[in-house]
């Protein structure tokens, strides 16, 4: 094999070295571009996970500070309490102004009824 033979094959590999090379990268490149395009893909559907998540997290603190705490319910508890004895006494009031009514009208009768008695005897 002459040198030039030998020179013609170097070349010849170095092409085919070089093409194999850039279809490698070529290769590389797309892969490149499918992953990163996959990874951006992932990141979005993340974001859009993690905002639903902070909304939903939103509501529940919205939520909870709705609720009634456990010393407003027990001052809740005890006003009632206290407007229920006053309503009692209310009614124990009411009920008192009638009997003394009621009792003044039999009261009432019943000196009618003596006055009455005295004035046929």
């Known amino acids: 094999m002459t040198d030039r033979e030998a020179s013609q094959v170097v070349v010849t590999m170095k092409e ?3 093409a194999l090379f850039d279809e490698k990268q070529r290769v590389f490149d797309v892969r490149c571009d499918e992953s ?15 905002a639903g998540m902070n909304e ?3 509501q529940l603190k919205d939520q909870a500070a709705r609720f009634i705490t456990r010393d407003e319910l ?14 009692d006494v209310a009614k124990g009031k009411a009920s008192q102004t009638a009997l003394l009514f009621t ?6 009768g019943l000196v ?4 009455n008695l005295v004035t046929r005897l």
């Open 103 to 108: 009792s003044a009208i039999a009261l009432a």
């Open 74 to 87: 027990n001052t809740v508890i005890n006003e009632v309490g206290t407007l229920r004895s006053l309503a």
């Open 36 to 50: 990163q395009r996959a990874v951006d893909k992932a990141e979005k559907a993340m974001c859009d996970r993690l």
């Open 16 to 18: 085919y070295v070089d």
């Open 112 to 115: 009618i009824s003596i006055l």
């Open 56 to 58: 939903f997290r939103d």
